[in-house]
């Protein structure tokens, strides 16, 4: 569904992703492991259009993305949770919201339905859904940008690092989160250094060094064999 | 003592109409990061388009209507034809295409009414009288009319559909894209929006002083003051600010003349600057 | 599953071909320079933002003519500290010791004038000078010469010191090449002779072969073992190789505390660091 082909991108002169080719198919999870500053993140921002793509191509349910304006991916069905979660924060959790909410084609009945679909995943947010989502702790603040990100009813998540400095009870509810979100259907492209969590939630598993793809395999074949972990990912 | 509540009307009155002035600029700099340079010429094309409706229907409220849609309808062909090609280049190229069309609308004024003074009629007659002295109920129209406006804004902004893609963009533009809100087409919209405003202003104003090409300068000034004193991209700062000052000046009228008075917003300028440059109705940054 | 690619499997530990005995298996070099006087020593040291410690008590020591690699994930306060020794954080607590000197808390043009010199993750240069004139005018920072009678022949030498560092960097080719116009690597090299030029005793490389391809990394891996002679070097790496194959003793932080200290094998082999960086 989402294919990544040899694509090559740079930030101004820096060349930061060399020939990396990733495919994502339709309700699949795919990790994308490695250390800090491999490229995971800029992988995800170069499909976003926020890095300089200077090399391959990439497309989604076979139509190629080069031209599409940044705001018309969501209505592709690409939604993106980054890493720094990016919430509003002058915004209440419930204006964060409509701000996948309010979409062209959303019945207020459709609209009801969505919320509450979300706020059943996560009903720390209709408690706090007036509050300024400035004031959201850090794991409530990553809850609500996963529940924007489904307000857009995608049908792939680009998720980066949505475990990166949260408590381990906060990971594992995250965990939880990325099962429920598969469960329904959704694709998701999981970036992360959490090596354990990764395996778990994903089929397969890209791992990333200098800005190319160095590894390709399933997580059953990763988890029986602990060694290639070891020698990309740790010291 | 009357002359001091005189003069808090006249800082009252004329601190909404500038609070209109400062919110269109406010906005258009707070989503876009421009400095529109252009924003007082835009109240002045309103003002007059606004007294050639007046002229041809005899009636205030089309004249007002007919100004703010005119003027947000050339804000959005300005935005999308001199000011989004520059988006992303150095602030510096907007700063001076602000300004060349600041230019080109005068001159446009100029040649289009030639150089005699309109007039708007007071869309409200007759004084009412306040103590010994009489005051012109068109201008407490004027300031009633200002903040409604102002306040259909704000409600827009809270609570409209559009009101929250606005704000949005405002606090994270790449964000908001990665949300299927279309900024480009956001950034046309708010600077329509903050045109209509300064057209509106012109119209409210006209009454006052008269209707003149060089009529935008001074309010263009201000709402600069202004904006910066109520923090940059501060809506509701820049409303604070705008009576703040506006009575400040007014009083000040009563001890000097009103061209020394003026003086009295510079040195808020300065003072702001030195002091809390992030603005004065802004909370402490932590 | 069928259709997967899997790079061919080759271990890192046998050296790459073509390179033999690769980075990992360079001898440590014992300093030419001193026993083991130390040169910088933090006591410590504590940098909280509101209720966030992004330092805790760190305290190291570094020994003159070493090289010291500091690794950690990220948030670990890794530039935290960068800052602190270079001035432009001031510490909520702790001391810094530099050559015998209390240097914490002094702004960064005095810790300069300290000579210790810094280069930073983004690329900081001036793009429109050559790159002569980019190393040139860090060199003038140090021979500052008021008087005009001597000012032509202290002119001659600022630009042979200047050509010094860029032979040193490999740039001499180079010298009359826009800053701009270089790749990124030979910038990142710049960068680093740009700090070179202000004739520091302690060298500090923040993430320099950030952005590199592999070919571009060896080659600073090895401008940096040349320029370590005379210097002590504190660098801050993500890439494994290139601070596993440089430094002679490698810091660990954590959540902004130290975490492990000791020689790369050391490190290597230490279960609490492999957790941290795996996540377990």
């Known amino acids: ?235 | 003592m009357d002359q001091i509540l005189v003069q808090t009307l006249h800082g009252l009155v004329n601190g909404m109409v500038l609070a209109m002035v400062a919110s269109g600029l406010t906005l258009i700099f707070g989503i876009m990061d421009i400095v529109n340079f252009a924003h007082g010429d835009l109240l002045m094309l309103g003002a007059f388009v606004g007294a050639s409706v007046l002229g041809v229907t005899g009636n205030y409220w089309l004249a007002l209507l007919g100004a703010a849609l005119v003027i947000a309808a050339l804000g959005a062909v300005l935005q999308v034809t001199t000011l989004r090609p520059l988006i992303g280049r150095d602030p510096l190229t907007t700063i001076l295409a602000t300004f060349g069309i600041s230019l080109v609308i005068q001159k446009y004024a100029l040649w289009q009414w030639g150089p005699s003074v309109r007039r708007i009629s007071e869309p409200v007659p007759g004084d009412f009288t306040l103590f010994h002295l009489q005051y012109p109920w068109y201008r407490i129209a004027t300031a009633v009319l200002a903040g409604l406006i102002l306040g259909g804004l704000w409600l827009f902004l809270k609570y409209g559909k559009y009101g929250i893609w606005i704000r949005a963009t405002t606090q994270d533009r790449v964000m908001a894209q990665a949300m299927g809100i279309p900024v480009p087409l956001v950034y046309t919209a708010v600077f329509a929006i903050g045109s209509a405003m300064a057209a509106a202003s012109g119209v409210l104003f006209g009454p006052f002083a008269g209707v003149t090409q060089t009529m935008g300068f001074d309010f263009t000034l201000r709402a600069f003051i202004v904006v910066v004193v109520g923090g940059m991209g501060n809506l509701g700062g820049s409303i604070l600010a705008s009576i703040f000052v506006s009575l400040l000046e007014s009083y000040a009228a009563i001890v000097v003349s009103p061209a020394q008075a003026v003086i009295v917003s510079f040195v808020v300028l300065v003072l702001t600057m030195l002091f809390r440059p992030t603005g004065l109705f802004v909370p402490t940054p932590k | 599953m069928g259709g997967l690619d899997r790079a061919p499997h080759t271990s890192r530990r046998s050296g790459r071909p073509g390179k033999p005995g690769a980075l990992l298996y360079v001898t440590p070099r014992v300093s030419a320079l001193s026993s083991s006087s130390t040169i910088l020593e933090t006591k410590a040291l504590t940098v909280r933002f509101g209720g966030l410690a992004a330092l805790s008590n760190v305290s190291l020591s570094v020994a003159r003519g070493e090289i010291r690699g500091v690794i950690g994930p990220n948030g670990a306060g890794k530039s935290t500290f960068f800052n602190c020794l270079t001035g432009v954080l001031r510490p909520t607590s702790g001391r810094i010791v530099f050559n015998g000197e209390d240097i914490a808390g002094l702004p960064p043009h005095t810790i300069s004038r300290k000579a210790i010199a810094r280069s930073y993750q983004i690329t900081n240069l001036l793009p429109g000078a050559t790159v002569l004139e980019n190393v040139r005018i860090a060199s003038q920072s140090r021979r500052h010469n008021w008087s005009m009678l001597r000012h032509h022949r202290a002119y001659r030498d600022v630009i042979d010191r200047a050509r010094a560092v860029l032979a040193d960097v490999g740039l001499a080719g180079k010298e009359d090449e826009l800053a701009s116009n270089l790749s990124h690597g030979e910038q990142r090299n710049l960068e680093i002779g740009i700090a070179l030029a202000t004739e520091p005793k302690l060298l500090c490389l923040d993430e320099p072969t950030a952005g590199m391809s592999v070919a571009e990394t060896h080659s600073t891996v090895d401008l940096i073992r040349r320029i370590a002679r005379d210097l002590t070097i504190l660098i801050v790496e993500h890439d494994m190789e290139v601070v596993m194959g440089l430094a002679q003793t490698i810091t660990v932080l954590n959540y902004g505390e130290v975490l492990a200290e000791g020689r790369p094998a050391e490190i290597q082999a230490n279960p609490r660091v492999q957790e941290v960086y795996l996540k377990t």
């Open chain 1, 1 to 235: 569904m989402l294919v990544l082909e040899k694509v090559d991108a740079h930030y101004g002169k820096s060349h930061v992703l060399h020939g990396v080719s990733i495919e994502v198919r339709s309700g699949e999870v795919v990790g994308l492991l490695g250390r800090n500053g491999v490229g995971k993140t800029t992988t995800l921002k170069t499909i976003m259009g926020m890095a300089r793509r200077t090399g391959g191509r990439i497309t989604f349910e076979g139509r190629d993305l080069h031209g599409v304006p940044p705001h018309g991916l969501a209505g592709l069905g690409i939604a993106w949770v980054p890493e720094e979660r990016r919430i509003f924060r002058l915004l209440t959790v419930l204006e964060n919201l409509r701000t996948g909410l309010d979409r062209a084609g959303m019945t207020p009945e459709r609209r009801e339905a969505l919320l509450e679909k979300v706020y059943t995943y996560f009903p720390i947010l209709k408690e706090r859904r007036n509050q300024a989502g400035g004031t959201l702790s850090g794991g409530e603040q990553q809850m609500l940008a996963i529940a924007r990100a489904m307000m857009l009813e995608p049908k792939i998540i680009l998720l980066d690092e949505p475990t990166e400095g949260l408590m381990p009870r906060m990971v594992a509810q995250i965990q939880e989160i990325v099962h429920a979100l598969h469960r329904d259907g959704v694709a998701i492209l999981l970036v992360e250094q959490n090596v354990p969590l990764t395996l778990d939630a994903a089929g397969r598993v890209y791992i990333m060094e200098k800005g190319a793809v160095r590894h390709h395999a399933s997580s059953a074949e990763l988890r029986a064999d602990q060694r290639v972990i070891h020698e990309y990912l740790g010291v």
